[in-house]
């Protein structure tokens, strides 16, 4: 109860408080023990008077600033409004939307790579690219138009009702916002360049006619915005809420999913272009669901990275792909080597080099049959010290080193060599502009995506040395695998098992 009256209290006197600070601090220093001195001479009826008066001069003075201002609505470092602020916006203009106007709308801007601008620039350089966004943005907007930072590097929208305000048009502001970012913000000796991703959802598609839930709304619409790669916008729709709500309920089967036995390797093989023999296999996860069937890895894969299980998973590719060789080795089968994919996380665990050291030695075969396969993104841009001491470690161990999707990371030859990659994976479209090159370099080169005869002979025309893709064999699980390749090389024989001491 007494918190209660003291909350009722402060709301009462809170317009009066709010404007009090500055001058007034001096006033409340010198006034508020006058008025209390006089209470108590007086006493009775004037007394409570003067004490009521003194009291909002007393906080003041004491705290150096306004009490229960409007100004708590607002964001220290850019001065915008933030989340509770953008939601009274917003409910105030689906109010009047409901009064007769059209449209309405919240969009969520999100600068793209934020982490990546704080590690090279420092608190202060930060805090100017995120004031001067803040700037760009406004000075990009309508008159009617409200903007607030939500957290970090994200800004709120409340778009204004208008009677032109539909998809198009908002896709257009979106637009217009990104192209205000596109100028270098000057940060000391250097420039930082912004990008940002953009979702919004429109009044008329939100599940809910309140702020919150536009402001959610638009929310999801940027994640998936983020999920199609920098500077893209989507905008929100009922379909998007669907496939939000299955990837959450995948992410609370992955686990459960992992340890089942659900998620296991399909081998895709991959051929000599030159005799036409297997030259070995990729291991890929697919996800057999009880009720749904066989999920996507489009659809799984960045669940379990969001969910933190892409080590996991890892684990599970790497023992289903030794396991396949060793079988295969049994039955008198020539599959010399399984590629297992690594993402740039899992190849900053510094306990790998370790375990996959001990997977081999329990499958006894030697670690030049295990192939890592790296993106050529994560050895192009500036990696981790951990990345390094393990591709290096791998190296040295005996395992490959193939770069997959080599073309679209720009990864420079210095890198290339420094973590003795032997092997490039291309699409067949690049390969008559980059084989001479890895030629040159002493590399292998393994054509994907390859589909029809008609390319496989392309390829070999180019001195590609093997392919990959649906025109020679799709995933398959371990035993269709085993199948496949009885039936078109009959002739194979096992490899030697020279297995070397870890």
Not at 211 to 239: F, V
Request: net charge neutral; hydrophobic share 45%.
């Amino acid at each position: 109860m007494r918190s209660t009256a003291r909350t009722h209290l402060l709301q009462g006197w809170a317009p009066i408080l709010g404007r009090i600070g500055g001058p007034a601090r001096l006033l409340g220093q010198v006034l508020a023990p006058l008025l209390l001195l006089g209470a108590l001479l007086l006493g009775g009826t004037p007394a409570v008077a003067m004490v009521a008066a003194a009291l909002p001069l007393t906080i003041a003075a004491a705290l150096g600033r306004p009490i229960l201002s409007t100004c708590t609505l607002r964001d220290s470092l850019t001065g915008l409004g933030d989340r509770r602020s953008l939601t009274a916006v917003l409910d105030r203009m689906l109010l009047r939307r409901h009064g007769g106007a059209q449209g309405a709308a919240a969009m969520v801007i999100e600068i793209d790579g934020f982490k990546r601008i704080e590690q090279r620039h420092d608190r202060l350089a930060v805090e100017r690219v995120l004031r001067v966004v803040g700037e760009r943005l406004q000075d990009g907007l309508r008159a009617d138009d409200s903007l607030s930072r939500l957290d970090g590097p994200c800004y709120g929208v409340a778009l204004a009702p208008d009677r032109r305000l539909d998809l198009e048009t908002a896709i257009q502001l979106g637009q217009r916002l990104q192209q205000a970012l596109a100028e270098p913000i000057e940060v000391g000796d250097t420039q930082a360049h912004v990008t940002a991703s953009v979702g919004f959802a429109l009044a008329g598609t939100s599940p809910s006619s309140d702020g919150t839930a536009l402001l959610q709304a638009a929310t999801l619409a940027l994640i998936e915005a983020q999920r199609g790669g920098a500077a893209s916008i989507r905008s929100y729709s009922s379909a998007m809420q669907h496939r939000v709500s299955i990837r959450n309920s995948l992410s609370d089967e992955i686990a459960a999913a992992l340890d089942r036995g659900d998620i296991t390797a399909h081998f895709q093989p991959q051929i000599s272009i030159p005799d036409g023999r297997v030259s070995g296999v990729e291991a890929l996860a697919r996800w057999h669901h009880p009720d749904r069937g066989l999920i996507p890895p489009a659809e799984f894969l960045p669940v379990a990275e969001q969910a933190g299980l892409m080590g996991r998973l890892g684990e599970v590719m790497v023992q289903d792909g030794l396991n396949a060789l060793r079988l295969w080795d049994a039955a008198g089968l020539a599959v010399p080597r399984v590629a297992v994919n690594f993402s740039q996380s899992e190849l900053a665990d510094p306990r790998l080099i370790d375990r996959l050291a001990w997977e081999l030695d329990r499958f006894d075969l030697s670690p030049d049959r295990l192939v890592i396969e790296v993106l050529e993104t994560v050895v192009a841009q500036r990696i981790e010290d951990m990345v390094v001491r393990n591709l290096s470690g791998l190296a040295r161990l005996g395992c490959r080193l193939d770069l997959d999707d080599f073309g679209t990371g720009h990864a420079a030859i210095t890198a290339i060599r420094r973590f003795s990659i032997q092997r490039i994976k291309i699409d067949r479209s690049f390969v008559s502009r980059i084989d001479s090159d890895a030629e040159r370099l002493g590399l292998e080169t393994l054509a994907e995506g390859v589909e029809t005869q008609g390319e496989r002979e392309m390829l070999a025309k180019l001195g590609c040395g093997h392919a990959q893709g649906f025109g020679i064999a799709r995933p398959l699980p371990r035993p269709e695998a085993e199948a496949w390749i009885r039936a078109r090389l009959p002739d194979a024989t096992a490899p030697d098992r020279a297995r070397r001491a870890i």
